[in-house]
């Protein structure tokens, strides 16, 4: 268990469709961040929170938004859902808005868009 | 573009032998970072070297950083059929905000 926690594990929606992806990062942790990763492929960066601000934006679409909350867990909510964001969603803590001290991830959430 | 670039992409190793995977970056940075990806999994974290060190050991892993170069090494040496996993490095800067990247993996196969 690396502390920082994901729910759902799997999630599988119709195209079209809306869900929220939820993270909880590890204890003492103020900044969050979002990845995307497709099959066989590497991280995409898409959001990152620092004490329940917006830090840095990578490649986010429209249609996915997030918001880290003064508990400092974050949700990502994925809407008009395509088959090409089928995925696993990866969220990872940091103590600092930086990374100087390294990340922890999440399991990750895969999202099945059918 | 990608900050962290791996290579090889794929990398066929037999067991017992060392396995050296590469990663090229592009601007300045704080730290690097190695991570290992099992199959469908979250990313643990390996190893982080800082700017101003050259190389660093733990266990059998070895990571070298030539920031003149932009580049880093990790070596895993006497390689098992567990290491079999993709890597990846990633870089963090010295500025809040910095977005780490990720590059697309290294991916060893360790043959028994």
């Known amino acids: 268990d690396s502390g920082v926690t994901q729910t759902p594990k799997h999630l599988i929606t119709a195209t079209g469709q809306r869900v929220t992806l939820r993270c909880s990062p590890r204890?003492?942790?103020?900044?969050v961040y979002w990845y995307q990763q497709s099959l066989d492929q590497g991280l995409q960066f898409l959001i990152q929170?620092?004490?329940?601000?917006?830090?840095a934006k990578g490649n986010i679409l429209e249609r996915f938004s997030a918001q880290q909350f003064p508990d400092l867990h974050s949700e990502l909510n994925l809407s008009s859902l395509e088959l090409g964001d089928s995925a696993l969603y990866f969220c990872?803590?940091?103590?600092f808005g930086t990374g100087v001290y390294g990340y922890t991830f999440g399991s990750g959430t895969r999202l099945t868009v059918v | 573009s990608q900050q962290g670039e791996e290579d090889p992409q794929a990398l066929s190793i037999q067991e017992g032998e060392n396995a050296t995977m590469n990663c090229s970056y592009k601007?300045?940075?704080?730290?690097l970072q190695w991570y290992r990806q099992n199959s469908g999994r979250g990313l643990v974290h390996l190893i982080l070297?800082?700017?101003?060190?050259r190389e660093k050991h733990s266990g059998r892993l070895r990571v070298t950083l030539d920031t003149s170069k932009k580049s880093s090494s990790l070596l895993i040496t006497a390689s098992r059929a567990a290491d079999t996993a993709s890597y990846f490095c990633?870089?963090?800067?010295?500025?809040?905000?910095?977005?780490?990247?990720f590059g697309a993996g290294t991916r060893p196969f360790v043959k028994a």
């Open positions: 070297i800082r700017s101003n060190e």
């Open positions: 601007t300045s940075i704080n730290n």
């Open positions: 204890s003492g942790d103020l900044s």
């Open positions: 929170y620092y004490n329940g601000e917006e830090r």
């Open positions: 990872a803590s940091a103590s």
């Open positions: 990633a870089t963090a800067g010295n500025t809040g905000g910095f977005k780490t990247i």
